[in-house]
């Protein structure tokens, strides 16, 4: 039986390691049943910026829908339906028509709707690497084995005992790939008694650049789960030119770890906040033709 590597550390802190894993995977498998039928709107806000000046900006608004996918897991796809305050389409719900009422094609679909979208990201950089759900990918107990975890702190939130839990990817092909196989690594903030994720963070170091994804959890009314309030991303790049080598996309079939490319002549940095609401269960009101 595959189980999780831990770093060399007391048998108490193996132990909070190994029991707060067991319950993390539990909350995941529910989390992912539960999310597969809800879809949530998205305002997401992304600024380049190069020598202390915002060279760029863009404002989008997007439809965001995780589905239980068989030959692809769980993934999340994210369909842009207004930039800057200008629509692109007038058709809402597209991605729960697919997978509602889905058709031998509705995975393409899905995955070329997530291409479409993910044209409207700025900087010279192409990613559908930027979703809120994909570091909980790392706590699936399938996925597990795939990494070292470490408990390195304990806390009480609200008046919750929370582990901080770090994870740095060691198996190979990666979830989230790269041309020189750089791993993931991050943290999750887990609630001791529900394994319950409160917090995300993921990390991925690669020829020079630096992606940050940080993703804040919260209750919403009607729903059981807890659910991705919001979102902040950053990509940063140590040197000049070093993001024209760069690349940093999916290797797990997922639409939420795909490509990430970068151009030669990026902006320095590259940030972007995304917030979530309107959460509901998807219901099917349009035709997709």
């Known amino acids: 039986m595959l189980i999780p590597a831990f770093d060399a550390a007391p048998a108490s802190a193996r132990q909070d390691t190994v029991s707060i894993l067991q319950s993390a995977s539990a909350y995941v498998a529910d989390y992912e049943h539960k999310l597969s039928s809800v879809i949530a709107a998205e305002h997401y806000v992304q600024q380049a910026w190069s020598g202390g000046t915002m060279v760029q900006a863009r404002d989008l608004k997007s439809d965001y829908f995780v589905a239980d996918l068989p030959d692809g897991g769980w993934t999340g796809f994210r369909d842009v339906y207004s930039v800057d305050g200008k629509p692109v389409r007038d058709q809402r719900d597209r991605l729960s028509a697919l997978f509602l009422h889905p058709s031998p094609d509705a995975m393409a679909q899905a995955r070329r709707i997530a291409d479409e979208s993910a044209r409207f990201n700025i900087g010279n950089i192409a990613r559908t690497l930027n979703t809120p759900t994909l570091a909980l990918t790392f706590l699936r107990q399938d996925m597990q084995p795939r990494s070292v975890f470490t408990v390195t702190d304990h806390r009480t ?91 940093i996309g999916g290797s797990s079939g997922r639409a939420d770890a795909d490509a990430v490319a970068a151009g030669p002549e990026p902006p320095q940095r590259i940030d972007g906040h995304a917030a979530y609401s309107d959460f509901r269960v998807a219901t099917v009101t349009t035709v997709v033709r």
Not at 209 to 232: E, F, N, R
């Open 157 to 247: 939130i609200d008046g919750s005992v929370v582990l901080v839990v770090s994870f740095h990817e060691n198996s190979r092909p990666r979830v989230v790939h790269t041309f020189d196989d750089a791993p993931a690594h991050g943290v999750f903030w887990i609630d001791q008694s529900s394994g319950r994720v409160r917090r995300s963070t993921m990390s991925i170091e690669s020829a020079g650049a630096t992606a940050d994804v940080a993703v804040v959890y919260g209750p919403q009314p009607k729903l059981t789960v807890w659910v991705p309030i919001s979102m902040d991303e950053q990509y940063r790049w140590r040197t000049p030119g070093a993001a024209g080598s760069s690349s």
